[in-house]
Antibody, heavy 117, light 114 residues
Framework: QVTLRESGPALVKPTQTLTLTCSFSGFSLSTSGMSVSWIRQPPGKALEWLARIDWDDDKYYNTSLRTRLTISKDTSKNQVVLTLTNMDPVDTASYYC?????????WGQGNLVTVSS | DIVMTQSPDSLAVSLGERATINCTSSQSLFYRSNNKNFLAWYQQRPGQPPKLLIYWASSRESGVPERFSGSGSGTDFTLTISSLQAEDVAVYYCQQYYSHPTLTFGGGTKVEIK
């Protein structure tokens, strides 16, 4: 059974750096072809793809957020970490991790992050 | 970036009736080398994460009821729910992966019971 779970703060202040961890089970990121991605969704709005990391440590980012995003993995811990620097109220959203790199067949429940002073 | 546009924004359908959701891409999602359209559909029920329904525009994910079907090619795609059930109340999103690794989603279509 594949599961993913996001963890991180619920509230961050403007200009701070957000760090989110995706802990997963039921698959391995050392398996050839495997990927984990991050997607976010502002309240009541549509989905936005953020970043992806592949089994071979290749990394890809949303071009409009590239300078602020970093994705990394710890294969031994079955975790993927996303950081987003210089947070702004417009970054308020539910942040999801999901298995896959082109479509996403399993998702975590999401971590709602509010950016406010 | 490829822009995905969904219509309508919302629709209300009677139980047992057909629901049709449209998705248009700003450029063709058809890849000649494998004869496939790079499009997926998701269902997001209230308070839940999205759930994959369809990939390659018309391939149903394992466990998805047969009343859900995807069609279309190039720039115009459709998700059809043949007989709406109460549990189908949700927002539906299309997503292109033609320009992967960069992916984009449509704005969503909310389906309600009439």
């Amino acid at each position: 059974q594949v599961t993913l779970r996001e963890s991180g703060p619920a509230l961050v202040k403007p200009t701070q750096t957000l760090t989110l961890t995706c802990s997963f089970s039921g698959f391995s990121l050392s398996t050839s072809g495997m990927s984990v991605s991050w997607i976010r969704q502002p309240p009541g709005k549509a989905l936005e793809w953020l970043a992806r990391i592949d089994w071979d440590d290749d990394k890809y980012y949303n071009t409009s957020l590239r300078t602020r995003l970093t994705i990394s993995k710890d294969t031994s811990k079955n975790q993927v970490v996303l950081t987003l620097t210089n947070m702004d109220p417009v970054d308020t959203a539910s942040y999801y991790c999901a298995r896959g790199g082109i479509w996403f067949d399993c998702w975590g429940q999401g971590n709602l992050v509010t950016v406010s002073s | 970036d490829i822009v995905m546009t969904q219509s309508p924004d919302s629709l209300a359908v009677s139980l047992g009736e057909r629901a049709t959701i449209n998705c248009t891409s700003s450029q063709s999602l058809f890849y000649r080398s494998n004869n496939k359209n790079f499009l997926a559909w998701y269902q997001q029920r209230p308070g839940q994460p999205p759930k994959l329904l369809i990939y390659w525009a018309s391939s149903r994910e394992s466990g998805v009821p047969e009343r859900f079907s995807g069609s279309g090619s190039g720039t115009d795609f459709t998700l059809t729910i043949s007989s709406l059930q109460a549990e189908d109340v949700a927002v539906y999103y299309c997503q292109q992966y033609y320009s992967h690794p960069t992916l984009t989603f449509g704005g969503g279509t909310k389906v309600e019971i009439k």
